[in-house]
Nanobody, 120 residues
Framework: QVQLVESGGGLVQAGGSLRLSCAAS????????MGWYRQAPGKQRELVAS??????NYADSVKGRFTISRDNAKNTVYLQMNSLKPEDTAVYYC???????????????WGQGTLVTVSS
């Protein structure tokens, strides 16, 4: 089993910053990729940022403001969010694609999400 736990969400004013963390635990041999998604009320879940090895990818709406990073030794991914806007308000979900130990099969796992609210 693999579990993801997000933290760092909260209420901030426009222009403020938050740092989200997602820690993966369980029978992990290797994390292939990790990413952050978000879902606002009435909207579909969308990719915010992802990291695969040294490669990163960002949604156009957050480029220049958000930064994704990993601590591979801790199996943890971070999302530094700066210059937050009200439209960034959403539940942010962590996602990981992992290779399980012993059985060596791939598994995609979602966290429960952490709420980010940005006031105007």
């Amino acid at each position: 089993q693999v579990q993801l736990v997000e933290s760092g969400g909260g209420l901030v004013q426009a222009g403020g910053s938050l740092r989200l963390s997602c820690a993966a635990s369980g029978r992990i041999f290797r994390i292939n990729a990790m990413g952050w998604y978000r879902q606002a009320p009435g909207k579909q879940r969308e990719l915010v940022a992802s990291i695969t090895g040294a490669n990163t990818n960002y949604a156009d709406s957050v480029k220049g403001r958000f930064t994704i990073s990993r601590d591979n030794a801790k199996n943890t991914v971070y999302l530094q969010m700066n210059s937050l806007k009200p439209e960034d308000t959403a539940v942010y979900y962590c996602n990981a694609d992992a290779l399980l130990s012993i059985v060596f099969r791939n598994l995609e796992v979602w966290g429960q999400g952490t709420l980010v609210t940005v006031s105007s």
